[in-house]
């Protein structure tokens, strides 16, 4: 009976953000919520994610779309393994659920028409940047919602590394917003409306980034 209330409250405490991550998405084309990711599922998550760097399946990121990408360090400097799902071990297994009901609970509620997602691990060294850029392409527009969840432990302030989002207002002026990446916390925003950049941390940062799409993803993993 206790494991049964627990879980009911678990599931009550998850449909509440998944909720004002749908409202605040519509009011403001952009979510932050803490606590998405539960500090085991964090722990569990980073365990992948080293299990995967000791693989060396980890590729220096590029910019652009899979025909045409091309790496330039000093733009972006991060290193990406992308997720392939019929191949996720547990840990991302039950990440890519919660994504699965995500998309579904704002399909319900946003009319979005999202079909599919991409996800990939994400790892950027110290001193590494990604400078401002809208998510999505020129050339394939299918992008239509970022998320970002961070897996780390014990950041602080001072270890930089933010996200910094350029919120456009209807006088053509900008409003920064700066979100630090602690480790459970989710970034999401429309991928087509506004522009961000990754900003130096002093150390290793790490997160889970990716995007639904409005039709079902076929992307070429590189």
């Not at 009319?111 to 940047?129: A, I, Q, R, W």
């Amino acid at each position: 009976m206790e494991q049964e209330i627990f879980l009911e409250k678990e599931s009550e405490a998850l449909l509440l953000k998944f909720e004002q991550i749908a409202d605040r998405l519509s009011d403001k084309g952009y979510a932050i919520i803490d606590n998405f990711l539960q500090p085991d599922e964090v722990r569990n998550l980073l365990e992948v994610l080293q299990l995967h760097q000791e693989e060396g399946t980890f590729k220096k990121a590029g910019i652009g779309p899979a025909e045409s990408v091309t790496v330039n360090r000093q733009v972006r400097g991060d290193f990406i393994r992308w997720i392939e799902p019929s191949e996720a071990l547990p840990p991302t297994q039950v990440f890519l659920d919660r994504m699965h009901e995500i998309l579904r609970y704002i399909n319900r509620t946003c009319f979005l028409g999202l079909k599919d997602f991409e996800f990939h691990f994400t790892v950027y060294p110290p001193g590494t940047v990604y400078q401002r850029h809208i998510d999505q392409f020129r050339t394939d527009d299918h992008r239509r919602l970022s998320f970002i969840c961070y897996l780390n432990e014990d950041w602080q302030h001072e270890n930089g590394g933010n996200l910094r989002l350029y919120l456009p207002n209807e006088d053509g002026t900008e409003e920064e917003v700066d979100v630090l990446p602690i480790a459970g916390r989710l970034a999401c925003f429309r991928a087509d409306m506004i522009p961000h950049e990754v900003l130096a941390a002093n150390r290793h940062r790490y997160s889970l980034t990716g995007w639904m799409l409005d039709q079902l993803n076929e992307l070429t993993f590189l």
